[in-house]
């Protein structure tokens, strides 16, 4: 009888540290996959800052040659 409370007890404590894991696990997964979406958000981002920045540069340019 000590015995079978003693492997019920054990499958019970098994299972909470379980069912905790896989929240844990979940809860750091779409961090995860939050962070890596921002991350991606900030390279297209940088990318057309970039493509803006060489435009202007070149428009600069272009009109300093004009002046001169």
Same mark, same amino acid.
């Given at each position: 009888m000590i015995q079978? +409370?003693?492997?019920?007890a054990i499958k019970e404590l098994t299972a909470?540290?379980? +069912?905790k894991y896989a929240d844990i696990k979940a809860y750091y997964s779409e961090i995860t996959n939050t962070n890596l979406d921002i991350i991606n958000q900030l390279k297209d981002t940088l990318a057309l800052d970039r493509k803006e920045d060489?435009?202007?540069?070149?428009?600069?340019s272009d009109q300093e040659d004009k002046n001169n």
């Open positions: 079978e +409370k003693k492997d019920l909470k540290h379980a +069912k060489a435009d202007t540069r070149r428009k600069k």
